[in-house]
Nanobody
Framework: QVQLVESGGGLVQAGGSLRLSCAAS????????MHWYRQAAGKQRELVAS???????NYADSVKGRFTISRDNAKRTVFLGMNTLQPEDTAVYYC?????????????????WGQGTQVTVSA
């Protein structure tokens, strides 16, 4: 069974830091783009940061200079370092990845989501 499992969320005071992790497991041949999204209560899910297999990154303007996305290709894991957290960063954070999977008919690309991890920043 292919799955993305996030960890590292929690409660932190404003100005604090957290580091999220997301590990892909299962019958995976390769992992292309990996992303972090977030969804605050009552709002739409938004893209926070992306990284391709070569390490090229992109960030939402709201997190530039505070968040850092990175990955360990050997462990099929993506990280999100979050510094100077603010109450407006409070959300459920989701990992998303483009996965090349083994299937009975060969290989197939599929986009998968993790279950989400809660990040709460208190004022």
């Amino acid at each position: 069974q292919v799955q993305l499992v996030e960890s590292g969320g929690g409660l932190v005071q404003a100005g604090g830091s957290l580091r999220l992790s997301c590990a892909a497991s299962g019958s995976i041949v390769d992992v292309a783009y990996m992303h972090w999204y977030r969804q605050a209560a009552g709002k739409q899910r938004e893209l926070v940061a992306s990284i391709n297999a070569g390490g090229i990154t992109n960030y939402a303007d709201s997190v530039k200079g505070r968040f850092t996305i990175s990955r360990d290709n050997a462990k099929r894991t993506v990280f999100l370092g979050m510094n100077t957290l603010q109450p407006e960063d409070t959300a459920v954070y989701y990992c998303n990845a483009d996965l090349l999977l083994r299937s009975p008919s060969g290989q197939v690309w599929r986009n998968d989501w993790g279950q989400g991890t809660q990040v709460t920043v208190s004022a």
